[in-house]
């Protein structure tokens, strides 16, 4: 299908052209032509490079740090970087930003736009999803992963499976049961866990090929804070389609 770009999408991909022209190595094949530790190297450089020029989180708005740009900018930038072969975005930037920080953006409180939305763009906080389950397949509803309220915050019990990028990640959003006694989508919430903690194991499923693209991921009295709730208590049905809207766009699976 053609389609006829405005002069201002026209001027974009000259300017993100130049850009990859600077940016990007002389005589470029591509990462993948690159030996694995000199890709990851680069993809850290060129991650710093885009969240220095506010393209790291290119949808989101200006006032929380994105590049605010418009859809047909987007789409320009897509187009360009894909021609030029430029280091694809890692898993867990697709979970934070594609995902919990649009979620974040659209749902969450201003506490937790101003702690979580400032260390997902700098990469401190490396995202995963925690919404499936070993004996709850796509239903969502069905998913048994415990939370309960004590006094100084959440006690998280349960498993998740088919994690992307779990032992890359720091930080996961983790869909639970917090009222057991209600209906099956009244009783969840979305909380937003910490890895780096003695109640949370992280363990590689490796396929035959020996590649470790998804985790299980396992609770015992694993802990969150009681604010770190995204979209309130109980409403965690609701947020969960919120954040799969989202994912429709990104490259989660």
């Known amino acids: 299908m053609d389609v006829d770009y405005p002069p201002e999408a026209i001027a974009f991909r000259d300017q993100v052209r130049a850009f990859l022209a600077e940016h990007l190595p002389s005589q470029w094949d591509g990462a993948g032509a690159l030996p694995p530790e000199e890709r990851e190297q680069l993809g850290i450089r060129w991650r710093k490079v885009l969240a220095d020029r506010g393209l790291v989180a290119v949808s989101w708005p200006k006032e929380y740090g994105g590049g605010g740009l418009s859809a047909i900018e987007q789409l320009v930038l897509a187009e360009e970087f894909a021609s030029a072969g430029a280091p694809a975005r890692s898993e867990n930037d697709l979970a934070g930003i594609d995902l919990l920080g649009n979620t974040l953006i659209v749902v969450g409180t201003e506490s937790q736009k101003s702690h979580f939305l400032p260390r997902i763009l700098s990469g401190e906080d490396r995202w995963c999803q925690g919404f499936s389950e070993p004996d709850a397949g796509s239903d969502l509803a069905s998913v048994r992963t415990s939370a309960v309220l004590a006094d100084d ?27 057991p006694a209600v209906a099956r989508h009244r009783g969840l ?39 770190d709730v995204l979209g309130g208590v109980g409403g965690g049905w609701s947020t969960a389609m919120t954040l799969l809207g989202f994912e429709r766009g990104s490259q989660i699976t």
């Open 153 to 179: 915050g959440w006690l998280i019990n349960g498993q998740k499976i088919w994690t992307s990028a779990g032992p890359t990640a720091n930080w996961i959003f983790v869909l639970a049961r917090t009222d």
């Open 189 to 227: 919430s979305m909380l937003l866990v910490p890895i780096d903690q003695p109640g949370v194991v992280v363990r590689p499923i490796v396929n035959a090929a020996g590649h470790a693209s998804f985790s299980e991921v396992f609770f015992t009295d694993a802990r969150a804070r009681a604010a």
